[in-house]
Each structure stands twice: as structure tokens, then as C-alpha cells.
């Protein structure tokens, strides 16, 4: 990407509580934007987004994985993140890299906790963000509650901007409401048909079109009193503050769909594309220097000094160790030499890495707002900062959650104890929530975490080292 293109890029993370179809819609995205030329389904092994022998046989997504997709004149970096509470952490780190959010609501009546903490921490990294209600083709699944719970339980101001058409098995398109279209779906390509609406639904298109002037209008106060003397707000108006508003943190928009059916999608990439901020739109990123710890600060600018942040490690089997990090200002280049502030010591990169799931593509250069990956740096491991030598920074890491259990690991041979100590260094590199230590009674290796099924799972992955 040029540097004049990156007003171009979107660096967006998909959350929400488990069990919404947050890993389906993703593949649904880069299945409709012609990323992938198969859509698959986690249910089924298929997804490119899980890919992990641990979460094929759970079925759910336990570490944040990456993808693109190109939609129109963007280009659109994509992560689907964990959604139940054991691997939160891992969501909470990748949301700290990107842009803005899709937040993925529940639609059967069944908002939990981790809606609230993933909802708090957005509001906490004040990241702009659209929400998708997703499998409205399922039984018991209701629009209506879904924007209500945005609404009461989490203090949102959502504004819808499709609405269903039909319900559960007879749901077969969506109502666009800034268009005043029917967008009908007849089979599984993402393609809709557009058609007139019907009396009906114009009904349900016009109190929804209102409600969205209304809340868009109270957003500003010169059209606030433009609205209230005339009576409406011409098209490009109110797109143009309605994506204000959006990035403002002011607004909600509120599409819908279904991932697995690839009904709505369309429109929710065109949201992605019109209504949230590309890096340059995004504030300053605030850090400190390296040598007397002032406050300083890095635009999001190709033509300032290179900086960027680790926030994730992970153990490829075939290119060895993977450090993903978000490039804040400058230029990342395959071959440099850069400083790491954190500690201090220099690491040379080798080829810079695109994520595609579970595979790498190399590239040559990353500007502000991409997600990249480098293998086999020496010394760094994930929080740390990456910086031209030069102009040192050093970011703020997340804090690691405090552990709520721990396991003794016992190797069932000395032997197999070598193996143990090498798994577990290579499962505390990938996962900050974990912590291991030798209780100094017992001489057992300690290893805890967030909870079972995290420690769990992770031990799992660890090549069956260790469970």
C-alpha cells in the first residue's frame, strides 16, 4: 500500500460475547468481498479463521486470528477474537491494535458479561464501532431484543440501518434504510436482489429512517436546527454526519443479517467502508521516551519515525516464533534494523509477514494501522515496543489479568520433563493471562490462569506436551 493510499485502510476487530457467530460472519465477509472462494463454517472444520487443533475440536474461536479483504477502493484488515470470558484477554490485546470494532450482538435474549466487559473496554480505548445482529435465521433470534439490549444494558445509541425481512427460517433479506431498498436473498453468494418495498416494509423503513435523522440531527447543533425548521436531511448530510458521529463514539449503527446464510453482508462492508476511520483519522498514539520517560506521543503518519507495538505472540510450527505487532507511524521494511525500547537491545527483522488465518504471505513494506508479523526476533516477546533508534518510544503494555486458578504439572517421566518446561515457555510467550511458576514444597510446576477451559485448552495446544 502507498502512502498516500492510507486513507484507503480499515484495521477493524470483530467481538462480542461466544456463541454469535462471530468467526461465521468473518468468513462471510472475506467470502463476499472475493477473498476467499469458499466460505467456510466452524461447525465444520472449514473456517479459515479457526484453525487451531484446539479450537476445531472445541468449535469455538480461543486466539484472535487475521485476514484482509479488499471492498471497492479499501483495504480492509479484519481480526475475529475470542468471545468467552477464559480467553477475553487475547480480545482485549488485538482490540488495543485496530481501528474501530464490529461489535457482534446477540439476538436471542441472552446477553452475558462478557458483552459488558468487551462493551466497557471499547468505551474505555474510546474505539469507534458499528454492531451487527447476526443469525436472525435461527429460532428464537429477535432484532428487536438485540437493539434493545444495546439500548438498556449496555448504554449504547444505536440507530439501525437495515432491518430483517422475515424471521427465523422465513428470513430472507433486509430493508436498507438510507437507501430505501429491499436487498432479497435467494441463495448463499451474498449477491441480493434489489426490489420495491412493499407497503410494509416502506412503513418500517420511514420510522426507522426518522429515528435515524432525529438521532443523527441531535448529534450537531446546526443541523439539529436545520432539522427542526425543515423537517428532513438530505441524503449526503445525513451520511456525512452520520459517519461523524460514528467515529465521535456518538452513535451506534445497527446492521443485520446472517453470517452462515450470507444475508446482509453487503451492506455492512459498505458501513465498514463509509462510516468508520481509516489510521490517519484515528488520535495520536501516546507513549514515553526510552531515556527520561517525557510524554510523547506518534501520529499516524508514513513520514514520521517508525514505531509500532507487539501485542501477540504466537509458536508457528513451521516459521517458529511470530511476533504480530500494529505499525503506529512510519515505515516497517522487511531486512531493517530496529531498536526494541522495551529492553533496550536491537532486533533485526527478516521478512515481514502478511496474515492470511492460518498461512503468511510475505510483503515488502507496513504503514500506520497494518498488522504485520515478523519471525524469529531474539529478544522480543509481546507488549514490547518497536521503534526507529533514532526517535525512541516506548507505548504502554496491557496489564495481565490476574490468575483465578492454577494446575500442578506433573510429568509423568523425567523425560517428559524437558518437553513440559519447553512447552509451557512457548504457551507464556503466546499467552500473557498464563503464569507458571515451581512451587518451592512441592517442586511442582504451577501453571495458572483465567479459568478450566483456558488452561485447558491451552495445554492442549501445546502440542500434547502437557495434557
Not at 78 to 93: E, K, N, R, W
Amino acid at each position: 500500500m502507498a502512502a498516500e493510499e492510507i486513507g484507503r485502510l480499515r484495521t477493524i476487530a470483530i467481538v462480542g460475547q461466544g456463541a454469535t457467530g462471530k468467526t461465521e460472519l468473518a468468513e462471510a465477509m472475506l467470502f463476499t468481498a472475493g477473498t476467499l472462494t469458499r466460505q467456510g463454517r466452524p461447525d465444520d472444520g472449514t473456517a479459515a479463521m479457526d484453525f487451531e487443533p484446539e479450537e476445531l475440536h472445541r468449535k469455538i474461536s480461543i486466539s484472535s486470528a487475521f485476514h484482509h479483504y479488499n471492498w471497492k477502493k479499501d483495504e480492509v484488515i479484519v481480526a475475529d477474537t475470542p468471545g468467552y470470558q477464559a480467553f477475553l484477554p487475547d480480545s482485549f490485546a488485538t482490540m488495543r491494535a485496530v481501528d474501530s470494532l464490529v461489535f457482534v450482538a446477540t439476538a436471542g435474549g441472552d446477553l452475558k458479561v462478557e458483552s459488558e466487559k468487551i462493551w466497557a473496554e471499547m468505551n474505555e480505548l474510546r474505539l469507534p464501532r458499528i454492531a451487527f445482529v447476526s443469525r436472525l435465521d435461527r429460532e428464537r433470534n429477535n432484532f428487536d431484543h438485540a437493539m434493545a439490549d444495546l439500548e438498556k444494558a449496555l448504554d449504547a445509541h444505536p440507530v439501525a440501518l437495515t432491518l430483517p425481512i422475515g424471521a427465523e427460517l422465513t428470513f430472507n433479506g433486509v430493508i436498507d434504510v438510507l437507501a430505501m431498498k429491499a436487498l432479497m436473498y435467494g441463495d448463499v453468494s451474498g449477491k441480493p436482489k434489489e426490489e420495491a418495498l412493499s407497503d410494509e416494509q416502506k412503513e418500517r423503513a420511514e420510522t426507522a429512517r426518522t429515528r435515524l435523522c432525529e438521532a443523527v440531527a441531535e448529534t450537531d447543533d446546526a443541523l439539529l436546527e436545520k432539522y427542526l425548521d425543515k423537517g428532513v436531511l438530505e441524503d449526503a448530510e445525513l451520511r456525512t454526519a452520520l459517519r461523524a458521529a460514528t467515529i465521535a463514539g456518538k452513535l451506534t449503527p445497527v446492521l443485520c443479517g446472517s453470517g452462515l446464510k450470507n444475508i446482509g453482508i453487503g451492506p455492512l462492508l459498505d458501513a465498514i467502508d463509509t462510516l468508520l476511520p481509516a489510521p490517519n483519522e484515528r488520535p495520536a498514539r501516546k507513549g514515553f521516551s526510552g531515556a527520561n520517560s517525557e510524554p510523547v506521543e506518534r501520529a499516524p503518519d508514513p513520514a514520521a519515525p517508525f514505531s509500532a507495538f507487539v501485542f501477540k505472540t504466537v509458536i508457528d510450527p513451521f516459521a517458529g516464533k511470530l511476533s504480530i505487532f500494529r505499525v503506529v507511524s512510519g515505515r516497517a521494511a522487511s531486512d531493517a534494523t530496529v531498536l526494541n525500547s522495551t529492553r533496550g537491545v536491537r532486533e533485526r527483522f527478516g521478512q515481514l509477514l502478511r496474515l492470511e488465518g492460518k498461512k503468511q504471505s510475505p510483503i515488502t513494506t507496513a504503514l500506520p494501522g497494518e498488522i504485520v508479523a515478523v519471525a524469529k526476533l531474539k529478544d522480543t516477546t509481546t507488549g514490547d515496543t518497536l521503534c526507529d533508534e533514532k526517535s525512541p518510544i516506548i507505548f504502554p503494555a496491557s496489564e495481565r489479568p490476574a490468575p483465578v486458578i492454577s494446575f500442578a504439572i506433573r510429568p509423568k517421566t523425567k523425560g517428559d520433563e524437558q518437553k513440559a518446561s519447553q512447552a509451557l515457555q512457548h504457551l507464556v510467550e503466546e499467552d500473557r493471562a498464563l503464569e507458571t511458576h515451581r512451587d518451592s514444597q512441592t517442586h511442582d510446576i504451577i501453571l495458572s490462569g483465567t479459568g478450566q477451559m483456558h488452561i485447558e485448552a491451552r495445554s492442549r495446544s501445546s502440542n500434547g506436551s502437557l495434557m
